[in-house]
């Protein structure tokens, strides 16, 4: 098993920053690619960044694009995501999540085993 903890959400104004960090631990080697997704309100949860373990590979979702820089640590194990200039749209509860498989693609969130709990991220207009 995987155990993946969330930290950094909160509330902010449009157009300041947050960084989220994930913590993973347990059998961590067993993992290939981290993600972060979203759940906003009243909408399905949809992915927001994505990063492997190794290698130089990141994926966004077009309204993270620019905004959003996803990374991570091998060393800790933790993988953080900076949101800079936010929105009232970027709102939600994001997650911290783990796929065993080696992907080509990021958004399907079926291929990911392991969820954190949920961080809140509210973004005031």
């Known amino acids: 098993q995987v155990q993946l903890v969330e930290s950094g959400g909160g509330l902010v104004q449009a157009g300041g920053s947050l960084t989220l960090s994930c913590r993973a631990s347990?059998?961590?080697?067993?993992?290939?690619?981290m993600a972060w997704f979203r759940r906003a309100p009243g909408k399905e949860r949809e992915v927001v960044a994505a990063?492997?373990?190794?290698?130089?590979?990141?994926y966004y979702t077009n309204s993270a694009k620019g905004r959003f820089t996803i990374s991570r640590d091998n060393a800790k194990i933790t993988v953080a995501l900076q949101m800079n200039s936010l929105r009232p749209e970027d709102t939600g509860v994001y997650y911290c999540?783990?796929?065993?498989?080696?992907?080509?693609?990021?958004?399907?969130?079926?291929?990911?085993?392991?969820w954190g709990q949920g961080t809140q991220v509210t973004v005031s207009s």
């Open positions: 990063i492997p373990w190794s290698g130089p590979t990141t």
């Open positions: 347990g059998r961590t080697f067993s993992t290939q690619v």
């Open positions: 999540a783990a796929s065993k498989k080696i992907l080509r693609e990021y958004t399907n969130q079926y291929d990911y085993a392991y």
